[in-house]
């Protein structure tokens, strides 16, 4: 594969967005309102928070307020991998909460059994396919921690079906694959865009007043509620629900926990049925290698193969920007990495490039709070696995609003909160040395060097 060939006619812009589905916006704001409860951001975070709102209690007056539109950011350039883990997986959420793991790993099942049934109940067309993640592993090291990752699972009764060599390559063909694990139960695939266009209409139903194009710009305590000041108007609420990722955070405290971090994806041309002969995928699992710089990819409805990660690019000084969105020394790189893992799909093209940014903390999985004497909650730094676990963090948010003691509450996970990273400009080098220093463990069997080794005993970390 030329991969300035393959990448000649891709469009700039994330496929999943593209498409004739994408409803009309909301009207904008305009004049002063009241709400019980003023939900910030239209992502993900935003939409389960204002659904789950009216269905605890449908006599709740919820408005939603979206800067532009409805899942146009992170929550609109995903993967679309639905993940059970509410800890960015088994490894992290053992190394942090060992305690917790059995309860944490149970609740995210949970979470993700009660995403089918929310699609289900709203009629949801987001192509939710519950295949679960094919984890594949391309160098020996991997397959090492592979093995502990098995043992762990099925001590904690999650089904991981190992397999070897022959048996990973019966699934999805690649001459990489040296082995690898089925995660059978804690993945679903989705359309990200569409299931954010389904969990708005499903808000509308429920009567949530939405407002797209209504940045919020700035945010009072007036004693009985919150004030949210946007360009043509204000929202008093009672409480209000912060899901802004890492977008500038109208709590100032969480600028010193997040750091935005750009990924990027290709999107391929529908396969033919010969081409989808050669790579086998009858199960249709998503798949993920288990290098440090990891690729994630899988299939869409139509065929097409998403193809994306291993770069995570971190600008210095935190920026963001909508030029970052594309980044072409990415985009050959992804498309010489896949030419690499399908040498049989050569011919193939590339419709569609582009990138976005994940709120990545130094725990790598979400952390939660409230502030303003706890008439605002929010929950953000999920790294990259939101699709599923924002959910569970809106239903945190909504038990804290309500000062309600539930299981979720009562973690240890949720209590606490990440280390935060440091200030400039020592924030920007640290973390571009723990990028090279990952890139080179990937070289060297996976062996982790002394500043990674120190980063790992700090509790901060770095991930692809």
């Known amino acids: 594969m030329d991969p300035l060939k393959a990448l000649a006619d891709a469009e700039r812009k994330p496929y999943w967005l593209d498409s004739p589905a994408k409803p009309e916006p909301r009207p904008r704001l305009f004049g002063n309102t009241t709400a019980d409860l003023a939900v910030v951001g239209g992502g993900f975070s935003g939409l389960w928070t204002a659904l789950m709102a009216k269905e605890r ?217 010969a081409q989808m002969a050669s790579v086998g995928w009858h199960n249709r699992q998503g798949v993920g290698d288990s290098a440090n710089q990891f690729h994630y990819y899988r299939l869409t409805a139509d065929n097409r193969i998403l193809w994306g990660g291993y770069d995570a690019v971190y600008y210095n000084g935190g920026k963001i920007k909508p030029e970052y969105e594309q980044r072409d020394e990415t985009f050959v790189k992804l498309a010489e990495h896949f030419s690499t893992t399908f040498p049989q799909l050569s011919e193939l093209r590339f419709t569609h490039r582009w990138g976005g940014i994940i709120d990545t903390c130094s725990r790598f999985s979400a952390f939660y709070g409230q502030s303003h004497g706890g008439r605002l909650a929010y929950a953000v730094g999920y790294t990259g696995m939101g699709v599923g676990a924002t959910r569970f963090g809106a239903n945190v948010m909504l038990d804290l609003l309500n000062g309600e003691r539930t299981e979720r509450t009562e973690l240890r996970m949720v209590k606490e909160k990440p280390l935060p990273f440091p200030p400039e400009p020592v924030r920007s080098a640290g973390i571009q040395m723990t990028r090279w220093s990952i890139a080179q463990a990937d070289l060297h069997q996976g062996r982790r060097n002394l500043w990674l080794r120190t980063l790992d005993r700090m509790g901060l970390g770095f991930d692809s």
């Not at 990752?149 to 089904?159: D, F, H, M, Y």
């Not at 266009?197 to 509308?204: D, H, I, S, T, Y």
């Open 57 to 273: 209690d449908p006599s709740l007056d919820v408005v939603l307020l979206e800067g532009r539109r409805i899942g146009w950011a992170a929550s609109g350039r995903n993967g679309g991998f639905a993940m059970a883990t509410l800890t960015h997986g088994i490894a992290n959420g053992l190394e942090r909460w060992p305690e917790e793991i059995s309860t944490l790993e149970r609740l995210g099942v949970a979470n993700l059994d009660e995403i089918g049934e929310t699609v289900a109940k709203y009629d949801i067309d987001c192509g939710y396919e519950r295949t679960g993640e094919l984890h594949v592993a391309t160098e020996p090291w991997q397959l090492e921690e592979m093995r502990e990752s098995v043992e762990v699972a099925r001590e904690l009764g999650i089904r991981f079906d190992a397999l070897d060599q022959d048996q990973v390559r019966a699934e999805v063909n690649s001459p990489t694959y040296i082995g690898g694990h089925w995660e059978r139960d804690g993945c679903a695939m989705v359309d990200p865009a569409r299931l954010a266009w389904g969990l708005r209409q499903a808000c509308l139903s429920m009567g949530v007043r939405i407002y797209e194009r209504t940045p919020v710009r700035n945010m009072k305590d007036i004693g009985t509620g919150m004030e949210l000041l946007t360009p043509h108007g204000t929202v008093k609420a009672a409480k209000v629900a912060l899901g802004t990722g890492v977008f500038q955070p109208l709590l100032r405290r969480l600028k010193h926990f997040l750091v935005p971090v750009y990924d990027y994806a290709l999107m391929t041309e529908p396969l033919s049925a």
